[in-house]
């Protein structure tokens, strides 16, 4: 079967895509707003960008009713944000925190996480997620207008904080975190040690 997606519908390209990015990592992001109001909110749209500096984008998109999404005016307002690993402890209070809260109701709250003074940033960090990595916003960079228009939000990590239950040798282990996914859907996946393998990097052509 073959898509032309511009012929197709926004929410028909979304449930396309979303079915063939995936699994995608789920950043579960706290922030705060200009006046000091907490806000938690789970982004599948999340990549690793780099390293030099270590840099990470997440993607909240256009809202057909409210426009930009609390964490992006956060973002744009402080520049500051912690992004957490969910785990499958995290679910279900993950997703209650993507429900459409209104900016004054802080999901810490809502969906029942617990804060943690964070070292860098302002924002607190959530102390039931293992990984939590603090970044400083370096550029929004808007894709298109209206509902499910990206905005990419860049950053750069300044301050990683790690549990020391999931480090092996002094670093994060994934066969411990066994980090959880979005798939299409309202699908999701976790990360089992046992679906695992490892590849050495070729070293011949
Ligand atoms: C697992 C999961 C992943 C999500 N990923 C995204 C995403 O990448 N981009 C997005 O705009 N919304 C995403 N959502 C929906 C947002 O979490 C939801 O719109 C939330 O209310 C936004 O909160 P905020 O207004 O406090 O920023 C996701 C929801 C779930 C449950």
Known sequence: MEFALETMETTECYRLLTRLVAPRPIAFVSSLDAAGRGNLAPFSFFMLGGAAPPSVVICP?????????????????????????????????VNQA??????????????GFTRVPSVRVRPPRVAESPVAMECRRFQVVRHGSGPMASNYIIGEVVHVHVDDAVLTDGL??????????????????????AMHFSLARPTAP
């Open 61 to 93: 998109l256009g809202d057909r009713r409210r426009g930009d999404k609390d964490t992006l005016r956060n973002i744009e307002s402080t520049g500051e944000y912690v992004i957490h690993v969910v785990t499958e402890a995290m679910v279900a209070r």
């Open 98 to 111: 993507s429900f459409d809260y209104p900016p004054e109701v802080d999901e810490f709250d809502a969906a």
């Open 172 to 193: 994060p282990d994934t066969h411990l975190i066994q980090p959880a996914a979005r798939l299409g859907a309202n699908d999701w996946s976790i990360t089992r040690a």
